[in-house]
């Protein structure tokens, strides 16, 4: 079924719509046969793509239509600012009233914040027994622990240097959390970015722990730093040239830094 009308059971398999905008399927991470399931589909990906890290997205979990019936947890009685639309708390996620569990023991209610740290331990079980050495995990969602079994993105952000700001801000919020290699989509995700914003935000996430340039499929302006020398702004890919040969004549420093942090709690 697409969005059954009726209350989804832990029986029922859960749809709704995500990337590429299309019908997806919501994993109930709380059951044992959904883990084991899982580690399968990683192995299978893995066999035909070789990887060593994964990156788990979308996993507040995010749903782009979610069809939820009428009761009092979908559709409290007081709206809150923490309501997207219509009065409904399942706006972009899934209905309150699912059932998760082996026996539909969990409402989605009260386990929707450990949505993405059951799946995220879920990934990193699955990504041990697939590659046998260390990766990593990307996660968007997070949870108190969830430095244990993954790293951090503070997800999608827009080419504006207020967001090039704050992504200072979620860095260190993010480090006190416990989850020290975090970071930003450098020169911003959303909206076309501009030459001198890339080139500040390059030499400056040359430097967060998890660094990583990302674009919205939709921009128009592409940002990859190699690029900028072939529209007429070849400062951009030398400051960006610059940063990361600085990063790696640092980088015994700095995972020295992250191995601290992991095993000993430093910041």
Same mark, same amino acid.
């Given at each position: 079924?697409?969005?059954?009308?009726?209350?989804?059971?832990?029986?029922?398999?859960?749809?709704?719509?995500?990337?590429? %905008?299309?019908?997806?399927?919501?994993?109930?991470?709380?059951?044992?046969?959904?883990?084991?399931?899982?580690?399968?589909?990683?192995?299978?990906?893995?066999?035909?793509?070789?990887?060593? $890290?994964?990156?788990?997205?979308?996993?507040?979990? $995010?749903?782009?239509?979610?069809?939820?019936?009428?009761?009092?947890?979908?559709?409290?009685?007081?709206?809150?600012?923490?309501?997207?639309?219509?009065?409904?708390?399942?706006?972009?996620?899934?209905?309150?009233?699912?059932?998760?569990?082996?026996?539909?023991?969990?409402?989605?209610?009260?386990?929707?914040?450990?949505?993405?740290?059951?799946?995220?331990?879920?990934?990193?079980?699955?990504?041990?027994?697939?590659?046998?050495?260390?990766?990593?995990?990307?996660?968007?969602?997070?949870?108190?622990?969830?430095?244990? %079994?993954?790293?951090?993105?503070?997800?999608?952000?827009?080419?504006?240097?207020?967001?090039?700001?704050?992504?200072?801000?979620?860095?260190?919020?993010?480090?006190?959390?416990?989850?020290?290699?975090?970071?930003?989509?450098?020169?911003?995700?959303?909206?076309?970015?501009?030459?001198?914003?890339?080139?500040?935000?390059?030499?400056?996430?040359?430097?967060?722990?998890? $660094?990583?340039?990302?674009?919205?499929?939709?921009?128009?302006?592409?940002?990859?730093?190699?690029?900028?020398?072939?529209?007429?702004?070849?400062?951009?890919?030398?400051?960006?040239?610059?940063?990361?040969?600085?990063?790696?004549?640092?980088?015994?420093?700095?995972?020295?830094?992250?191995?601290?942090?992991?095993?000993?709690?430093?910041?």
């Amino acid at each position: 079924r697409f969005n059954p009308p009726d209350v989804p059971t832990d029986k029922d398999t859960y749809y709704g719509k995500v990337w590429p %905008y299309g019908p997806a399927a919501f994993p109930d991470f709380f059951k044992n046969e959904t883990v084991l399931w899982w580690q399968g589909q990683v192995k299978n990906l893995h066999d035909t793509l070789p990887f060593d $890290s994964l990156w788990f997205d979308m996993n507040e979990p $995010s749903n782009f239509k979610a069809l939820c019936p009428k009761n009092k947890l979908d559709y409290p009685p007081i709206r809150s600012s923490v309501i997207f639309s219509n009065n409904q708390l399942s706006a972009s996620t899934l209905c309150m009233v699912t059932e998760q569990g082996e026996k539909g023991e969990y409402r989605h209610y009260d386990v929707h914040s450990m949505y993405g740290l059951t799946g995220l331990i879920a990934t990193r079980k699955a990504l041990d027994a697939t590659i046998g050495k260390r990766g990593f995990v990307v996660t968007r969602s997070s949870y108190p622990t969830s430095g244990r %079994y993954g790293n951090h993105w503070s997800g999608d952000n827009s080419a504006t240097w207020p967001m090039m700001h704050h992504s200072i801000v979620g860095m260190l919020e993010f480090n006190m959390f416990g989850m020290s290699f975090t970071g930003a989509d450098i020169c911003g995700l959303i909206l076309d970015t501009t030459p001198e914003l890339c080139r500040r935000w390059s030499q400056l996430g040359a430097f967060y722990p998890f $660094s990583r340039n990302h674009n919205d499929k939709t921009a128009i302006q592409d940002q990859d730093p190699g690029v900028w020398a072939l529209q007429g702004h070849p400062e951009v890919t030398e400051a960006a040239r610059a940063s990361l040969q600085l990063r790696y004549q640092l980088i015994h420093y700095l995972y020295t830094l992250l191995y601290r942090s992991y095993v000993y709690g430093d910041t």
